[in-house]
Antibody, heavy 121, light 107 residues
């Protein structure tokens, strides 16, 4: 079964760092782009960026460039989203999702279950 | 950046109704458009890609149409499990963008 399994919910303080993960299984992890999508409480979906684990080619939305870092470790089929200094406005659900076709930039067909990040003093 | 206008933001309908959701782009995107369904507390699910191709396993009452700048998602006969929020997404250029969402609620 093709699936993406994300790390668990996090509660952090402003200024702290954080790295959340998304582990792929059931398919060739290095062949499909993986993206990250933010959903703030009660709001819509926001595309943050994507990475191709095969060569670590990464694209960011200008809204998130410099605010987060997307990476991947192909040896353990895992993608990451990290912050160096969290803000209260980073409080949101974060989803990882896989592109539909190998090597192609496409729609997201497989989604992780989401990781809730809460940033509060 | 390609801006997307999705309408309506809220749609009240009854089981058995035919409903239509619109997504308009600020510039042409050929057919590089997807539609997703999201239920409360769940991750989104892909319904349609390439503007009109039904994802495997999605009921045939869902259909998509359009190309260029104007796109439509139609649910031909609304079922109870279809009450959810729907999003369009363009994957023609970076950054990818989502529409604002349409919540389909019970009338």
């Amino acid at each position: 079964e093709v699936q993406l399994v994300q790390s668990g919910a996090e509660v952090k303080k402003p200024g702290e760092s954080l790295k959340i993960s998304c582990k792929g299984s059931g398919y060739s992890f290095t062949s499909y782009w993986i993206g990250w999508v933010r959903q703030m409480p009660g709001k819509g979906l926001e595309w943050m960026g994507i990475i191709y684990p095969g060569d670590s080619d990464t694209r960011y939305s200008p809204s998130f460039q410099g605010q987060v870092t997307i990476s991947a470790d192909k040896s353990i089929s895992t993608a990451y989203l990290q912050w160096s200094s969290l803000k209260a406005s980073d409080t949101a659900m974060y989803y990882c999702a896989r592109h539909r076709k190998p090597r192609h930039l496409d729609a997201f067909d497989i989604w992780g279950q989401g990781t809730m990040v809460t940033v509060s003093s | 950046v390609i801006w997307m206008t999705q309408s309506p933001s809220l749609l009240s309908a009854s089981t058995g109704d035919r409903v239509t959701i619109s997504c308009r782009m600020s510039q042409g995107i050929s057919s590089y458009l997807a539609w997703y369904q999201q239920k409360p507390g769940k991750a989104p699910e892909l319904l349609i890609y390439a503007a009109s191709t039904l994802q495997s396993g999605v009921p045939s009452r869902f259909s998509g149409s359009g190309s260029g700048t104007d796109f439509t998602l139609t649910i031909s006969c609304l079922q109870s499990e279809d009450f959810a929020t729907y999003y369009c997404q363009q994957y023609y250029s970076f950054p990818r963008t989502f529409g604002q969402g349409t919540k389909v609620e019970i009338k």
